[in-house]
C-alpha cells in the first residue's frame, strides 16, 4: 500500500514510538476515516483520536456488496480526518457480525456518539442503516446484519 507523503510520516513516527530500530518494515492493514462526509469524517476522528470512539460498525450487505474484507483483529490502521490528515493509529480487538436488534448497552455507550445510549444508537443507527440499505436496494430490517468493531487507540502522535 503506497501511502500519501504525511500519513507515510505519521506511520514512520508511529513506529518510532513503539519499534526498536530494524523492525520498522511494518505496513498500516488500512487508512480509514469514520462516516460519510468530511464534516462526520472529522468529527468521529476526533472522538477516535480522544479515546472516547472505541466501537464502530458497518452493514455487512455493504462490504458483500463492494467486496471490501471486513477489518480482522490485530489490524493496526490509520484513521484520518475528512481532509486526509493522519490523526491517529487503531488496533482492531473485536470483529463479530450481529443482528441490529442485538446490541447492547455497552456497544451504544463505546460507538462514543451522541449521549452515548441504546436508545440514542439506536434510532440514530437505524435511520443511518435504512437509508444505507435502501440506496443498495435492500430492505432495511430489525435483524440487518452489522459487522460490529472494536478498536483501542494506540498512537495519536501528540508528545
Not at 504525511?6 to 520498522?24: K, M
Request: aromatic share 12%; net charge negative.
Amino acid at each position: 500500500m503506497t501511502l500519501a507523503p504525511a500519513i507515510e510520516a505519521f506511520w514512520q513516527r508511529y513506529l518510532l514510538s513503539c519499534f526498536p530500530p530494524g523492525s520498522r518494515d511494518a505496513r498500516p492493514a488500512n487508512v480509514t476515516d469514520f462516516g460519510d462526509s468530511k464534516e462526520i469524517a472529522d468529527k468521529l476522528g476526533h472522538l477516535v483520536q480522544t479515546g472516547i470512539k472505541t466501537a464502530t460498525s458497518g452493514l455487512a450487505w455493504d462490504f458483500e456488496q463492494s467486496g471490501e474484507v471486513p477489518p480482522v483483529v490485530g489490524n493496526v490502521e490509520i484513521v484520518i480526518d475528512g481532509s486526509g490528515n493522519p490523526l491517529c493509529v487503531i488496533e482492531i480487538t473485536e470483529v463479530v457480525t450481529r443482528p441490529f436488534n442485538t446490541i447492547d448497552e455497552a456497544f451504544a455507550y463505546d460507538y462514543g456518539e451522541g449521549d452515548r445510549t441504546l436508545a440514542w444508537w439506536g434510532q440514530e443507527m437505524w435511520d443511518y442503516y435504512a437509508a444505507e440499505s435502501q440506496q443498495s436496494g435492500r430492505e432495511p430490517s430489525q435483524t440487518m446484519p452489522l459487522i460490529c468493531m472494536r478498536f483501542r487507540l494506540l498512537y495519536t502522535g501528540a508528545g
